[in-house]
C-alpha cells in the first residue's frame, strides 16, 4: 500500500473512531498498544520489558540472555494482523507480524508475536502477560 492511501485509511480510522466514546480503559490501551510498538520497533527491548507484568515476570522471568539474543535485531515492521478484545473487555489479545533484521547474519525474519494484554483496575494501567517476542520463532 503506497504511503498516502495508507495515510488516508489512518485518517479515516481516527475520524470514526474519534466519533465514538472512548473510555479511560480505552484510550490508556491505545496509548499503551502505541507507545510498546514505538518502542519495540526502536529495539529498546530493557524499556518493552517494563510493560510485561510482574505477575508474568513471577512465572517465566525474563533472561539477560533472552534480551542479548533480540538485541542483535533490528526491527523493519511492526504489524497489527488482528486484535480483539476477551475477558470483557478486561483484556485484549493481538497478534503483531513482526519482521527484525539479524545484524550478525545479514538476514531478516518474520515472527508472529501474540500478545495478551490485560487491564489492572488497582493500577490503572495494562500490562502484557506474554512476554517479549521470541525471535527464535520466525522464519
Known amino acids: 500500500m503506497n504511503t498516502f492511501l495508507r495515510t488516508l ?3 479515516g480510522m481516527a475520524v470514526l473512531i474519534s466519533g465514538c466514546p472512548q473510555t479511560r480503559e480505552d484510550k490508556n490501551l491505545s496509548e499503551t498498544l502505541q507507545q510498546y510498538e514505538t518502542i519495540v ?3 529498546q527491548w530493557d524499556a518493552a520489558a517494563d510493560f510485561v507484568s510482574r505477575e508474568y515476570q513471577e512465572e ?9 539474543r533480540l538485541r542483535l535485531f533490528r526491527v523493519t515492521q511492526y504489524l497489527v494482523r ?3 478484545p476477551v475477558d470483557e ?3 485484549l489479545v493481538q ?3 513482526i519482521r527484525m533484521f539479524n545484524k550478525n547474519q545479514a538476514r531478516e525474519r518474520t515472527i508472529i ?6 487491564y489492572n ?3 490503572e494501567r495494562w500490562k502484557l502477560h506474554s512476554g517479549l517476542p521470541d525471535p527464535t520463532q520466525g522464519r
Open 60 to 68: 517465566h522471568p525474563i533472561t539477560s540472555l533472552e534480551v542479548e
Open 82 to 84: 488482528s486484535s480483539a
Open 121 to 123: 483496575e488497582e493500577t
Open 9 to 11: 485509511v489512518i485518517l
Open 89 to 91: 473487555g478486561k483484556g
Open 41 to 43: 520497533r526502536w529495539a
Open 95 to 97: 497478534v503483531v507480524e
Open 113 to 118: 508475536d501474540e500478545q495478551y494484554w490485560k
